[in-house]
């Protein structure tokens, strides 16, 4: 009878797109239970993962009647389950399953750290959240950093005194190298969107939230565009209106401006880098972005912020340019001199995929991950 693993993100969403395929992997060794809040993915996710899941609704925000009862469940869950481990991985389900793991005694229970939301928020919420982070490692009896950064902030923070360790070269579950490459079927469905391919194109991808430097990012580029009318900006991702919204004149800028095409969330996002030449990503704080990876594996030399995973993800001219956050003047030049130096950001591009595929391959990851879990007893 294999012992019982339990994954828990605070929506299903997240483990939909974090842990695709590593649900399915890890079932091989243990009997793996999905947990998170949002039944109709849990279900869908459950069925492609060939696991069993249980919803238990969690809220992203603090709601301290919610969150009460979404712990008294949680409690109800692992009492009823008696699971050897309880590994989560977004803030709030952290939280939440480690507590109610450590009140039921779960033998291992594992928090892995990735984005700190407390580094760019100040006062008393910063010390809130901090306090927050302190109880889930406290509860935890593994604590894994995302990454280095994560790591040292953890540290610097004095959040917590137990050891600190990343899997591997550090992300939570790696890049699919075959997904992302290419592929005649990708340049197909790249081809029929039917964009003018004659520009040098910068991509976004993500949520449009303030955190994200989508504010620096359109103003330097609508900087940019007024010296170079041919440049573009792809934006694919969705405007989140009640966390961290953008300026209104932003989002006004991204629905009108000539020189953006904002294309909404999508679900493939691997056509929209065919037709880009670089990825811009000036976010505010990230634990380990997969959108980095995604698209230095296909081929894109990135331009990044200074932050926790973006910084290990890209060195400096090699594969990318790393500028400081929240400084849209190092943003604009960083973006000029990649329409500049066309053939720097050649090399960095045919730098991008080995450097990927040589650290964060995800059946390298997954089988780390996995001997972790072998070494608990």
């Known amino acids: 009878m294999k012992p019982k693993l339990v994954r828990v993100t605070t929506v299903s ?121 302190r109880i889930t490692c406290f509860c935890a009896t593994k604590v894994i950093p995302e990454g280095d950064g994560v790591k040292e902030t953890l540290i610097r923070e004095k959040i917590t005194s137990k050891p600190l360790r990343k899997v591997l070269n550090g992300n939570i579950s790696g890049i699919d190298m075959h997904h992302y490459t290419r592929s005649d079927e990708v340049l197909n469905r790249a081809k029929e969107l039917g964009i003018n391919k004659d520009h040098f194109t910068f991509c976004y991808v993500g949520r449009m939230v303030r955190d994200k430097g989508i504010n620096e990012l359109i103003r330097a580029f609508t900087r940019l565009y007024n010296e170079h009318s041919s440049v573009r900006l792809l934006l694919v991702g969705f405007f989140e209106k009640e966390l961290d919204p953008v300026l209104k004149e932003i989002e006004q800028l991204i629905l009108t ?56 993800i890209i060195v400096e ?31 960095m591009a045919k730098n991008a995929r080995p450097m990927i595929e040589s650290r964060y391959e995800q059946s390298r990851v997954w089988n780390a991950l996995l001997s972790e879990y072998k070494q608990l007893k």
Not at 14 to 22: E, R, V
Not at 260 to 266: E, V, W
Not at 277 to 292: C, I, K, Q, T, W
């Open 257 to 312: 401006h000539k020189g953006i095409l904002f294309t909404g969330y999508q679900s493939d996002v691997r056509p929209w880098f065919v037709l880009s030449d670089a990825l811009v990503f000036p976010s505010y704080r990230e634990g380990f972005p997969n959108v980095v990876m995604q698209a230095g594996a296909m081929e894109l030399p990135s331009i990044v912020t200074n932050i926790n995973g973006c910084n290990e």
């Open 317 to 347: 001219g090699k594969n990318g340019i790393i500028i400081p956050p929240k400084e849209e003047d190092a943003l604009y030049y960083a973006m000029k001199y990649f329409i500049s130096h066309q053939e720097e950001v050649s090399l």
């Open 13 to 133: 969403g997240s483990m939909d797109s974090l842990l695709k395929g590593q649900l399915a992997f890890l079932n091989q060794y243990y009997e793996v239970i999905g947990l998170a809040s949002g039944q109709d993915i849990l279900r869908e996710l459950g069925n492609r993962e060939g696991i069993r899941t249980i919803e238990v609704k969690m809220h992203r925000e603090i709601s301290l009647l919610a969150d009460l009862k979404s712990l008294f469940n949680l409690i109800k869950v692992f009492h009823q389950e008696k699971p050897f481990i309880v590994h989560a991985n977004t803030p709030k389900g952290s939280l939440l399953s480690m507590v109610a793991s450590w009140i039921t005694r779960v033998p291992h229970r594992i928090y892995t750290v990735t984005g700190l939301r407390f580094e760019t928020t100040t006062g008393l919420f910063r010390r809130l959240l901090i306090l927050m982070e």
